[in-house]
């Protein structure tokens, strides 16, 4: 099979590479000069354990390269994976597909035949229509399908995940744009992972609810930091209580000073906001985000308090 990768960043770089891996024709196409000229004369631009090794090995064997040409990527290709940057808009916390919607449209003019358009990238529920809208609009009479394939990498062990995923979402709804990615990933399948196969709906809000609730799970564990610290009670000890219970499971139970990273802050932002559009405001995600802002405060000032008052002249 082959494919094309719109965005070399950190998931659309993973993802490529781990096709690659698994027998796939992958072209990547990065418009970032800086980056693009890094990834072709073999420099790694993030950093994670053993990509730069199966980036280079692919390379050689000629299954994984890098340009800018979008024209020449999606020649020939059975889909094209839409992995650019979703930042949190600047005022309101949605999501901003700005990059999406116009590499949406530059994948239409580009294409000369039928393709599986997917999403890679975290998008809003309802992106994947407005994205075959787009498309509808640049070509009238283009052939194409559009499917949502979110990720679930996590910084470290994202290599890992991709090749032995605790699951594979992909939201499509023609049987044919579902044979096309079934093949794609049918050596994930060989080893037993689960394909789950749903709505174009379902497969963007999954990606939300996964992070939302495991931003809330952090945040738990924060609050009962607190209340330990309070009652004479040891959270680690806590957390290791209700943690061997097989129903909650002893990941995320580390208490410190609130989750922070690319995706939770974003993701549980992005979350609240589609809630509240579409009328069904999630408490829940409302209170987790207010309850982290409010715990980094609390720890930030801990810290000066720690100092005497003043962390000015102080380098920490």
């Not at 891996?21 to 354990?49: C, F, M, S, W």
């Not at 994205?131 to 399908?145: C, K, N, S, T």
């Not at 680690?236 to 909650?248: C, E, K, Y």
């Amino acid at each position: 099979m082959r494919i094309a990768m719109i965005g070399g960043g950190y998931v659309g770089l993973v993802s490529g590479a781990c096709f690659a891996d698994l027998g796939v024709e992958v072209a990547v196409v990065e418009t970032d000069a800086a980056k693009l000229d890094a990834l072709q004369n073999g420099r790694i631009p993030i950093y994670e354990p053993g990509l730069d090794r199966l980036v280079a090995e692919n390379v050689a064997a000629g299954r994984l390269t890098f340009s800018d040409d979008l024209a020449t990527a999606v020649a020939g290709v059975e889909a094209v994976f839409i992995a650019v940057g979703t930042p949190t808009r600047r005022g309101d916390g949605h999501a901003d597909v700005s990059y999406v919607n116009a590499a949406a449209e530059q994948v239409a003019r580009a294409l000369t035949g039928y393709a599986v358009v997917v999403t890679k990238s975290t998008v809003p529920v309802g992106t994947g229509r407005r994205i075959a809208q787009i498309m509808r609009h640049a070509r009238p009479e283009l052939e194409f399908d559009v499917a949502s394939n979110p990720e679930f990498l996590r910084e470290g062990s994202a290599i890992g995940d991709f090749m032995r995923p605790d699951r594979v979402v992909i939201g499509a709804e023609s049987e044919r744009a579902r044979e096309v990615l079934r093949r794609l990933y049918r050596p994930l399948y060989l080893i037993e992972a689960p394909i789950l196969f749903t709505s174009l709906e379902t497969a963007e809000l999954t990606k939300y609810a996964a992070n939302s609730f495991l931003a809330m799970k952090v945040t738990f564990i924060n609050e009962m930091a607190d209340l330990c610290e309070r009652v004479g009670a040891d959270v680690q000890d806590v957390a290791r209580g209700i943690g061997l219970d097989g129903r909650i499971g002893r990941k995320f139970l580390n208490a410190g000073p609130g989750f922070g990273g690319s995706c939770f802050p974003k993701d549980t932002l992005a979350l609240m906001r589609i809630a509240q559009d579409w009328g069904a405001p999630s408490r829940l995600v409302e209170a987790t985000v207010a309850v982290n802002d409010a715990r980094k405060s609390a720890m930030s000032a801990r810290i000066v308090q720690a100092f005497g008052g003043s962390v000015h002249p102080t380098i920490l």
